[in-house]
C-alpha cells in the first residue's frame, strides 16, 4: 500500500512538473518560486492496526447501521475520526455515555478488561478494535502475572494504551515507569521476581535506554525478547533517522496526541534536523519557520492517512519550485483480519 501511494506521490509530482515547466515556458512566471527538496519518508502513515480499527468502524456501521458508539477515538487523527462521525459513528470517553441497545467499538489503542467486562453484564454488543499487537503485550502481560512475576510498564503515564494495558491486571500490580530516573526510585516486591512490558509507540532510543536501566538495576528481570514497540513505530523512526540529517526541517503530519507522530517529530530532532514540527494538516503548516529552507523532509505518523500526506506536499508544491524524492527504508505488507463478526456478516 505505502509503495503504491509513493508511485502516486512521485507521479503526480513529475506530472505537475511538466505542468510548470509548460507554463513557465509560456512566460507565466512560475520559476521565480524558490527551489525546494523534499524527502518523502517511507513507510510513513497508516499502520496496519490503525487500518484494521477504521475498518472495524466502517463494518460495524453497515452491519448495525448508525449509530455505533465508538469508546474513545478510534485512532488519535481528527481527520479519520470526523469522516467516520460524519457516516454515523458516536465518539465517547466512558462506556457509561453509551446505550445499552447500540453496539460499541473499544479504540485501537486497548482497553482495561473492566470495560468488556462492564459491557457483557449490560449484555451490549461490542467489538474490540485493539490492535493485535497490543493484545500481544496484554498477554505478556497476563503470562507474567500468572507465573507470579511483578510487572513494570515502560509508558506514558495516562496514555490510553498504557491505561488499558495496566487495566489487564489488577489494580497496583503494574508499575509504570517513563524514565531511567523513574527505574532508580522503583520499589518493587521481589526484585529477583519481575517482569517488563512497554507501550508499543515509543521512541526505540530512549526505550532502550530506560530497559537497560531496568536490566542494570533488576539483572534477572524478565522481558520481550526486544521491547513491545510494534514494527510500524519502529519503521516509521528508521525512516526519519534516514532523511533528518539531510533536510534543514522535518515535518510529521499527525495529531498531538498521537503518541507515535510525536515520537517522529522528537526521533527527527535528536537524528540532526534542527527544526520538526507537527502538523495535523497544511494549514497548521508555519511557513515563516520554514523561510530560506532549501530541504525539508515529510513523514506521516501511524494514525496519518495519505490524504493528509497528498494535502502538505501539494501545500509545498504551491509555494516552491519543489523535487520529490522518496526516501525507503523498508517495505511492509503486514495485515490484520477484522473480528469474526463482522467478516461472517460478508461485509469483510
Ligand atoms: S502503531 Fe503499532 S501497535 Fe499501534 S496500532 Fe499501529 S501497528 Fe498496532
Known amino acids: 500500500m505505502s509503495a503504491q501511494n509513493d508511485r502516486q506521490q512521485v507521479e503526480t509530482f513529475r506530472r505537475h512538473r511538466e505542468d510548470e515547466d509548460m507554463d513557465e515556458a509560456k512566460g507565466s512566471g512560475m520559476s521565480k518560486r524558490p527551489k525546494l527538496a523534499v524527502y518523502l519518508a517511507a513507510p510513513r502513515g497508516f499502520c496496519a492496526g490503525v487500518d484494521r480499527a477504521v475498518k472495524i468502524v466502517e463494518l460495524a456501521l453497515e452491519k448495525w447501521g448508525a449509530p455505533v458508539y465508538v469508546r474513545h477515538e478510534i485512532v488519535h487523527n481528527r481527520f479519520v475520526v470526523d469522516r467516520l462521525r460524519a457516516l454515523g459513528a458516536v465518539f465517547v470517553e466512558s462506556l457509561d455515555d453509551c446505550p445499552d441497545d447500540r453496539p460499541v467499538v473499544f479504540s485501537a489503542h486497548g482497553v482495561p478488561k473492566s470495560v468488556p467486562a ?149 526521533v527527527g530532532k535528536a537524528a540532526g534536523c534542527g527544526y520538526a514540527q507537527l502538523v495535523q494538516n497544511a494549514a497548521e503548516i508555519d511557513w515563516r519557520a520554514l523561510d530560506g529552507a532549501r530541504s525539508v523532509g515529510i513523514t506521516a505518523g501511524a494514525s496519518a492517512p495519505e490524504v493528509l500526506v497528498t494535502e502538505v506536499l501539494e501545500a509545498f508544491r504551491a509555494r516552491y519550485d519543489t523535487a520529490l524524492q522518496v526516501v525507503e527504508t523498508a517495505r511492509e505488507d503486514i495485515e490484520f483480519k477484522v473480528p469474526r463478526v463482522l467478516r461472517e456478516a460478508g461485509v469483510g
Open 118 to 266: 462492564a459491557a457483557r453484564r449490560r449484555n451490549m454488543v461490542f467489538v474490540d478494535a485493539t490492535c493485535p499487537l497490543v493484545s500481544k503485550v496484554h498477554i505478556e502481560a497476563e503470562r507474567h502475572h500468572k507465573n507470579g512475576l511483578q510487572m513494570i510498564m515502560v509508558g506514558h503515564a495516562g496514555h490510553p494504551e498504557t491505561v488499558g494495558t495496566m487495566g489487564q491486571l489488577p489494580e497496583g500490580e503494574v508499575l509504570l515507569v517513563e524514565s531511567p530516573a523513574d527505574v532508580a526510585g522503583l520499589q518493587v516486591r521481589d526484585p529477583g521476581r519481575l517482569a517488563y512490558i512497554t507501550q508499543t509507540t515509543l521512541s526505540v532510543d530512549d526505550t532502550g535506554e530506560i530497559v537497560a536501566a531496568l536490566r542494570a538495576r533488576f539483572p534477572q528481570i524478565s522481558g520481550p525478547h526486544k521491547e513491545d514497540i510494534c514494527y510500524a513505530t519502529t519503521n516509521r523512526q528508521a525512516a526519519v533517522k534516514a532523511i533528518a540529517g539531510r533536510v534543514e526541517a522535518l515535518l510529521v503530519i499527525g495529531a498531538p496526541n498521537s503518541s507515535n507522530s510525536r515520537r517522529l517529530v522528537e
